[in-house]
C-alpha cells in the first residue's frame, strides 16, 4: 500500500520561507514523477511543481517559478519544496502526489497522478 506522508506546513509571515517534505512508501515509481500541488478555497487543485522519480527534469508552474525548489533524496525516499518570498496568494494546501508510469513531458493534472497525500495547510500571512 503506497503511503504519501506531508509535514512541513504552517503559518508563515509574507516574504518568509517554507519546507515542505514528502515521504514516499510502499512502493517505488522508478519510472514516474513526484509532484506537489495546491488547493486554495474555491479554486482547483494546481501544479505547483514535479520531478522525476530519479530526481532529473524539475518543472515549475508560472505561480512559483523563481521561488521554489524541488528536489528528490533517494536515501530517504523523499520528496522536498523550499518555498521563498512566500506571498499572501500562496496560502493553500499543498498536496503531495505521485505517478507510477512513464511521460515523456510533465505531468501537470492531478488526474496523470495516482497517489497523494493527505495534505498540509500554508497560511501566508501579510
Known amino acids: 500500500q503506497v503511503q504519501l506522508v506531508e509535514s512541513g506546513g504552517g503559518l508563515v509571515q509574507a516574504g518568509g520561507s517554507l519546507r515542505l517534505s514528502c515521504a514516499a512508501s510502499?512502493?517505488?515509481?522508478?519510472?514516474?514523477?513526484m509532484g506537489w500541488f495546491r488547493q486554495a478555497p474555491g479554486k482547483e487543485r494546481e501544479l505547483v511543481a514535479a520531478i522525476r522519480w530519479s530526481g532529473d527534469s524539475p518543472y515549475y508552474a508560472d505561480a512559483m517559478k523563481g521561488r521554489s525548489t524541488i528536489s528528490r533524496e533517494n536515501a530517504k525516499n523523499t520528496v522536498d519544496l523550499q518555498m521563498n518570498s512566500l506571498k499572501s496568494e500562496d496560502t493553500a494546501v499543498y498536496y503531495c502526489a505521485a505517478r507510477r508510469n512513464y511521460m515523456v513531458l510533465t505531468p501537470k493534472r492531478p488526474s496523470s497522478y495516482d497517489y497523494w497525500g493527505q495534505g498540509t495547510q500554508v497560511t501566508v500571512s501579510s
Open positions: 510502499g512502493g517505488t515509481f522508478s519510472s514516474g514523477f
